[in-house]
């Protein structure tokens, strides 16, 4: 889960401007209700402070047309209110010294537009950080919410995908709350079957007695509820947790049996997240 309070601004949306102030209104307006209802959202995550938004520059470098940037727009502004939640939310510059590491500058970010290879920062910060951007609804392109970007560190090339909001909409799209649901705290449930009659199903194979004594001993696990049967042998496995499914069961390989003797069991996970986070518990506990 996420543990910053700030989402970045995403550079290349300033771009093209509006064409006057009738649009560079109705730019900034979707622009804070879409902060608005994210902020909404990110509650949800109980995050004490309020949420940020990190911007590349300053508002005196920062348009909306090509002769009018952000504060002189602010400045000029009947409608106060919005002046005062931009500047609540208004952070500068992208990493402040809190922030700042020499990982964040490891990797340089790229985003395949109008068939060209541009250099950004904002949304690989969004990658790097693990939260999300939000923009101006300055043409069709970012109507979409869910961009793949380039990554290349050490000459290394990969494929990730970061969200970028710039309507209200987003805030309720499959791909937001797919990631919000992932950040939202993991409250996972206690087994309520008494230790005794936890059952124990094992193949009669070579290695039963060892995987019997784990298994008396995984069931004491507040979170297993029983142990379902044994694995096929996986004598190059070097995981103890091989594989975790989303109805709560999780695979276990005894990496130090020359074999690879291994059992499933039944967990208390109801979904992929909880189950996962068991099995940390788990391997913190028994992979001795």
């Known amino acids: ?10 550079e290349l949306s300033e771009i093209p401007y509006a064409s006057g102030e009738t649009e560079a209104f109705e730019r900034v307006r979707l622009f804070l209700e879409t902060y608005k209802c994210i902020k909404e959202s990110w509650d949800l995550l109980k995050i004490p402070k309020n949420l940020k938004i990190r911007f590349e520059k300053s508002g005196h470098e920062i348009f909306l047309c090509k002769d009018l940037s952000l504060w002189q727009y602010f400045d000029n502004l009947r409608r106060r209110e919005y002046r005062q939640l931009f500047l609540s939310l208004y952070c500068y510059p992208y990493i402040d010294d809190e922030n700042n590491n020499d990982d964040v500058l ?32 300055s043409e069709p392109y970012w109507d979409n919410i869910l961009f793949s970007i380039e990554k290349i560190t050490d000459n290394k090339t990969e494929k990730v995908s970061v969200l970028c909001l710039s309507k209200p909409e987003h805030v309720n799209g499959v791909s937001f709350q797919k990631w919000l649901e992932k950040q939202l705290p993991v409250e996972i449930q206690s087994c309520n079957i008494n230790v005794s009659q936890k059952k ?35 004598p190059n496995c070097k995981k103890f947790i091989k594989n975790v499914y989303h109805n709560g069961k999780i695979e276990i390989v005894l990496t130090k049996t020359d074999r690879g003797l291994g059992v499933i069991v039944q967990t208390t996970g109801r979904n992929k997240q909880e189950t996962e986070k068991i099995a940390e518990i788990l391997k913190k506990e028994y992979d001795k």
């Open 1 to 10: 889960m996420i543990n910053e309070n700030f989402i970045f601004f995403n």
């Open 200 to 234: 124990i199903h094992l193949r009669d194979d070579h290695g039963k007695d060892v995987l019997q004594i784990f298994a008396e001993k995984i069931i004491q696990s507040d979170y297993v509820c029983s142990v379902i049967n044994s694995l096929p042998f996986n």
């Open 106 to 137: 490891v990797s340089s970010f790229y985003l395949e537009k109008n068939k060209e290879s541009i250099l950004i920062q904002g949304l690989g910060l969004v990658h790097y950080f693990d939260t999300v951007g939000i923009g101006f609804l």
